[in-house]
């Protein structure tokens, strides 16, 4: 059951049309069920957090959306064309309305700064390099690494390939950018930076966002609505400030970084023995 | 015994599946092939791999076929001068080097040296998502990674086994002359009367087959390679040991085809 808190948030509203929709969308390897049955829109402009203890099948969820995966059952909207049966060839023509920052930043090694950023440029443009090396700048220098372009990914730090992984995803100007837990492995400043950049990104570019995430100071600093899954469902779906009224164990337990009581009991008892 | 059945069914069908997933693999990049092959930036791209196919394995090509080409030398000098054909010693060297120890040692060190590392490097880039990275960019992977391997693989390994047949005829040439006292005029002239194009074809034939087959299970052993370091290296020694059953196998098979068809077109050639 989907703990509506705020229930102004639940149903789309007349001039936030979703942009991405998932129906009934249900997954699974082998014995483990990922997502049953999942249900949600998308709206367009509005920056969705998914949140989840690890493990929970958000990461799932997000390649279900730019099709990394299809559903086993179910279907998945773009506007209003399914892309979930696709044929990859036809794929490719709506691919640059994505943008994807990896969780593992996922920059090419063997090219430069440059031509990670100027990539998709010139896979889906027939821009001149004097363009595209433009069009690289302009990206770089809204994540602030103007400069950097002739390094190599193994010579940046952490937060840097993040950021210019960042720049790659909105090089194209895409309608949606997702994020694949985009703060995990920084340190707390370094993750402020990047929550500040995808509050830039939207208010810059205006663009929808999806953040997959665990850490919920970056959850409440960027979302405008939180959505949690929990055993391939979703159990709440509200704003930054109702998720913390929520009478839900399992989502007041995930907010306040608590370990569920039965799971302590069990340690607890294992520790005795 | 129910167990014996149900495991023998489900390897059974994990090893169909498995052929399935490769016949695909293959059959998406053979048309990419066949459009990108024709393209200038298909070209960029395989330059630098080239190099790293080409020039960094020559030295270890080099090296095998020198001394399987002294080997040979050593081991038949004594056999043929009881014959009294130790003069013909070039064209055993010559002719076992052209038509399967060149083709089939060039293919197994490129399998070692160049099929581990793309397999390595395939292998790290699915790890580290970069392959998704395409994906989600609209730009297809098998075009942008695996075509440039393959091209590389299955032109250089020729080339590669002409370098080990030359290397392992002028090591023959050395031992012949230097050591056991043959004149250098009949090791060469044996060799020109005894070893025909369709030598040098069935050789060269070999090579690019062995060539396509390598860079093919190494590329798809990197895009199936199991996450974290344990998975990359467990695909990289699959990557090899497919590759090496399959240049045994594959040169069995091509050698008998090719044997029989010579002997259709031809008759039996001797070469005494």
């Known amino acids: 059951m989907v703990d509506h808190s705020s229930s102004n948030v639940a149903e789309p509203a007349p001039n936030h049309q979703p942009v991405v929709r998932l129906v009934d969308v249900h997954k699974q390897f082998g014995d483990l069920v990922v997502l049953d049955g999942v249900n949600l829109k998308l709206r367009k402009g509005e920056t969705t957090v998914i949140i989840g203890e690890s493990g929970c099948g958000k990461s799932v969820l997000l390649n279900h959306i730019v099709r990394l995966l299809k559903p086993d059952r179910g279907e998945v909207y773009f506007h209003d064309q399914r892309i979930d049966n696709l044929p990859e060839r036809e794929l490719a023509v709506l691919r640059p309305h994505f943008g994807f920052l990896f969780q593992l930043s996922a920059l090419f090694d063997s090219l430069s700064v440059e031509e990670n950023v100027g990539f998709p440029i010139a896979e889906h443009t027939k821009k001149s390099r004097k363009e595209v090396a433009s069009i690289v700048r302009r990206k770089l220098a809204m994540v602030g690494l103007d400069g950097l372009q002739d390094k190599f990914p193994a010579q940046l730090s952490g937060g840097q390939k993040k950021r210019v992984a960042l720049a790659r995803a909105i090089a194209l100007d895409p309608e949606m950018v997702l994020y694949d837990e985009p703060t995990t492995g920084l340190d707390p400043p370094r993750a402020d930076e990047i929550n500040e950049l995808i509050l830039k990104l939207k208010g810059e570019l205006g663009v929808t966002s999806v953040v997959v995430t665990h850490d919920m100071a970056s959850a409440r600093k960027v979302a405008d609505r939180i959505v949690m899954l929990h055993r391939g469902e979703f159990i709440f779906d509200g704003t930054p400030e109702s998720i913390a009224r929520s009478n839900d164990a399992r989502v007041r337990c995930f907010v306040e970084g608590r370990c569920a009581a039965d799971v302590l009991q069990t340690l607890h008892e294992k520790g005795q023995t | ?272």
């Open chain 2, 1 to 272: 015994m129910e167990r014996v059945f149900s495991a023998v069914g489900a390897r059974t069908v994990s090893s169909v599946s498995a052929f399935g997933q490769f016949g695909l693999f293959a059959w998406q990049m053979i048309r990419w092939l066949l459009t990108e092959s024709v393209r200038l930036r298909t070209w960029v791209r395989t330059m630098p791999l080239f190099y790293e196919v080409g020039n960094r394995t020559l030295p270890v090509i080099m090296i095998t076929g020198t001394f399987v080409g002294l080997v040979l030398a050593v081991q038949s000098f004594d056999q043929l001068k009881a014959a009294g054909f130790e003069q013909r010693m070039g064209v055993l060297v010559s002719i076992t080097l052209v038509q399967e120890l060149g083709p089939v040692l060039a293919g197994v060190m490129v399998a070692g040296r160049v099929g581990g590392a793309l397999t390595a490097e395939l292998g790290t880039m699915r790890v580290t998502e970069q392959i998704s990275a395409l994906t989600v960019m609209g730009a297809d992977p098998i075009r942008h990674l695996v075509v440039p391997r393959f091209l590389a693989c299955l032109l250089l390994t020729p080339l590669l086994t002409f370098f080990c047949d030359l290397c392992g005829s002028l090591a023959g040439w050395f031992i012949a002359v230097h050591l056991k006292g043959i004149p250098s005029n009949p090791y060469w002239y044996y060799i020109r009367e005894a070893i025909e194009l369709w030598d040098i074809g069935v050789g060269f034939s070999k090579s690019v087959i062995f060539g396509g087959a390598i860079g093919l299970i190494a590329c798809y052993k990197g895009f199936h390679c199991r996450t974290g370091a344990e998975g990359v290296g467990r695909a990289c020694t699959e990557s090899f040991v497919v590759s090496f059953i399959t240049i045994l196998v594959t040169d069995f098979f091509v050698g008998y085809f090719l044997s029989g068809l010579y002997r259709g077109i031809w008759g039996f050639k001797s070469l005494v």
